[in-house]
């Protein structure tokens, strides 16, 4: 498998990475804006069955066509409405009384009626004639009251035989002789005119409230009811439909694509900043950028497909099933927890604008993400994480019934599966988190605690070869490991890594384990034969041998840093001052006496040289006490300040005074006081023998 470290090595390479990163995120993002845009045009034939996305309601050209029809039906069903013209009427009343205004100024005076009385015979005129005044102006009232009375009925056209019966009829109720009953119904027929005249205004307006009950001609399509069928020939109304289905002629929007880039490219830039003022370990190794950035894009990734899913069973919100904690899980583990809670929210950011802008979903997968980054906090036995994964599935569950609750959802059917939905999230997560790690730390070259656990059974081969090869050597590791992992534990630092960094920093001393004092069981001191400068080669040579071998058996690089690192550059002294006695040269000397180092550039490796030295120091006492163990401590830890053995390694001096107590606390535990049983039984034998005499 190729190193991400060395692929990373070019600076070109590693932009371009970054900068596809970006681009495919964004992508991905900017996928469910994208219009599925239908181009058939009429007269086409379809190559596919295209069906209603939603409830649609559209009015094709036939709809419109027949809503005409229906409202020409309608005008032409209408009746007209007439009104009475009262200029008529007028019109008519004044004729009336024009025909006896003339009767009585002339006809009454030289007895010739004009033609227009032709409808009495000769004997009604003579008797009209002898008429007085007031009989006239009475027969001219009934006259004019029966011809309003008539007029007021309205007609179109004047049927005399109507209106004759209807004027008998309205004077039979009247007290009026034969002749002036004759001479009423004679003027009025003589001077009747139609006075029914077509009103367009209310014509209209009841032709209006005719078609105002006509509701629209619209054609419905239900969510899945097919548009147009494959092989179909495509009509305007397809179109139309398409058209106000929103799927037609549509184009993709560049400018919401760049909007997404940019928010991608800030993200990238936020995490990069805040790694460089806060994790400079982490800001130093261009890998982790790559991890962040490939576990970002295949959660957002993992999000859009199940927003496809659920454009087909949208029924239950599948969006429950992001599974945001695996992001969570992995950065954890292989980068920073705080980075975890970092990018955690750029994702659920980023995926509730995929899905529109859904503020729930981001306060889901924002809660689900800072849940997982604490409960999984120093989890490392399975047991532990299996039972943070239920708490964190029931931490969903409880989220998804108060989004339930606030959207006012009151179907059960939706609590029951989304809180499953929710629980199994949490759950399986950590699952595929528990099987990903290992690729990831593979392809990234990343120790994980989970794997320093595995490294800490000592059944290891390289532990085993120590125990059988360098016996003393391996009780020296033991004791450096539990002395580096109190301190570690003290100081807040990584108490697994310094653990097994202990187990294994001093593996290089099998290859000449004789060569070593903790090693020399009653056999003579090899150095003695030897000039310093050879000695001081064979014991700043295990350093880089321990390295071969930790390479050969393939340990992490963060164990074989350790191995390099935790004697530093620190002079070899007792070497050192032989070469001066016995060469009588001067101290410029004293670089060729140094460990090749380099000296000790994370907290750990620093907890594990001030370990390793203090455990050799303390163990060369005579009779250790804890006064003699407290000086001895405190002047490895001097020594070590003054040599700048701990510039490196970010370890402050408040830190220091607390590691000094963990290595005392645990001193005072190993070389607490003991009964002198041999005086005790010295003792009980001179008392037993003063008894016997």
């Not at 001191?525 to 930790?550: V, Y």
């Not at 070497?575 to 006496?593: C, T, V």
Request: proline residues 3%; hydrophobic residues 45%.
């Amino acid at each position: 498998m190729i190193s991400v470290d060395k692929l990373l090595a070019n600076k070109g390479v590693y932009v371009g990475i970054v900068t596809l990163g970006v681009i495919l995120s964004s992508f991905v993002l900017f996928s469910p804006f994208i219009p599925e845009s239908v181009a058939f045009s009429p007269g086409d034939i379809a190559t596919q069955t295209i069906v209603s996305t939603r409830y649609l309601e559209t009015q094709t050209k036939a709809d419109l066509d027949e809503e005409v029809k229906l409202r020409d039906q309608v005008r032409a069903s209408v009746g007209r409405v007439y009104s009475i013209d009262t200029q008529v009427n007028e019109a008519v009343l004044a004729h009336i009384g024009q025909y006896f205004t003339y009767l009585k100024e002339y006809v009454v005076d030289d007895g010739a009626f004009p033609e227009g009385w032709g409808f009495l015979s000769a004997q009604d005129r003579q008797e009209l004639l002898s008429f007085s005044d007031e009989m006239l102006t009475s027969l001219q009232y009934f006259t004019l009251a029966n011809a309003e009375k008539l007029l007021l009925t309205g007609f179109q056209q004047v049927d005399s035989e109507q209106v004759r019966d209807q004027l008998e009829s309205q004077l039979a109720v009247l007290n009026v002789t034969p002749l002036q009953e004759r001479v009423i119904v004679g003027l009025i027929l003589v001077t009747v005119q139609p006075n029914l005249v077509l009103d367009q205004t209310k014509t209209q307006q009841l032709i209006n409230k005719q078609l105002s009950q006509i509701s629209k001609v619209m054609t419905i399509f239900k969510e899945g009811q097919p548009i147009v069928y494959e092989g179909d020939l495509v009509t305007q109304d397809h179109v139309d439909i398409l058209t106000d289905l929103g799927v037609y002629g549509l184009q993709a929007s560049l400018n919401k694509f760049l909007s997404l880039l940019i928010v991608v490219g800030l993200s990238f830039v936020l995490v990069e900043r805040f790694i460089f003022f806060f994790n400079q370990h982490v800001y130093k190794n261009k890998k982790y950028f790559v991890l962040i950035f490939l576990v970002l894009f295949l959660l957002v990734f993992s999000a859009r497909l199940l927003l496809n899913v659920m454009d087909v069973q949208g029924q239950f919100d599948i969006q429950f099933l992001i599974p945001i904690p695996i992001l969570a899980i992995i950065l954890s583990m292989l980068v920073t927890p705080n980075l975890s809670l970092l990018c955690g929210t750029l994702a659920s950011l980023l995926v509730a604008m995929m899905y529109k802008g859904d503020f729930l979903l981001f306060l889901y997968l924002f809660s689900a993400n800072a849940v997982t980054t604490f409960v999984f906090y120093r989890k490392y036995r399975r047991s532990d994480l299996m039972v943070s994964g239920y708490i964190l599935g029931l931490f969903n569950a409880l989220m998804v019934v108060s989004i339930g609750l606030f959207q006012e959802i009151n179907d059960p059917l939706w609590f029951l599966m989304n809180m499953g939905f929710g629980f199994g999230n949490g759950v399986v997560s950590v699952m595929v988190s528990l099987a990903l790690i290992p690729y990831f730390e593979s392809l990234f070259k990343i120790t994980t605690p989970h794997t320093l656990l595995e490294l800490s059974n000592l059944n290891h081969p390289l532990l085993k070869k120590l125990m059988v090869a360098a016996p003393g050597t391996y009780q020296h590791s033991i004791m450096v490991a539990n002395l580096a992992e109190a301190a570690a534990e003290a100081v807040k630092a990584d108490a697994i890594l310094c653990r097994v960094g202990g187990y294994f920093h001093d593996i290089g001393k099998m290859k000449r384990p004789i060569f070593f004092t903790e090693n020399q069981f009653g056999v003579e001191n090899p150095h003695n034969e030897l000039s310093p400068r050879i000695s001081k080669m064979i014991i700043s040579a295990h350093a880089k041998d321990g390295q071969e071998m930790g390479e050969r058996y393939k340990l992490p690089k963060v164990l074989i840093d350790i191995i390099l690192q935790h004697h530093g550059t620190t002079l070899v002294s007792f070497f050192y001052s032989q070469a001066l006695h016995q060469e009588k040269e001067s101290e410029a000397i004293e670089d060729e006496f140094r460990y090749l180092g380099p000296k000790p550039n994370f907290r750990e490796s620093g907890i594990l040289m001030l370990a390793d030295s203090v455990e050799a120091a303390v163990r060369s006492l005579d009779k250790p006490t804890p006064m003699k163990i407290e000086g001895m401590v405190d002047r490895v830890f001097k020594h070590k300040l003054n040599d700048m053995q701990l510039v490196d390694c970010a370890l402050t001096l408040k830190e220091l005074e607390t590691i000094k107590t963990a290595f005392l606390s645990l001193f005072q535990a190993i070389y607490h006081s003991r009964l002198d049983y041999q005086k005790e039984l010295d003792n009980i034998i001179s008392q037993n023998t003063s008894g016997n005499e």
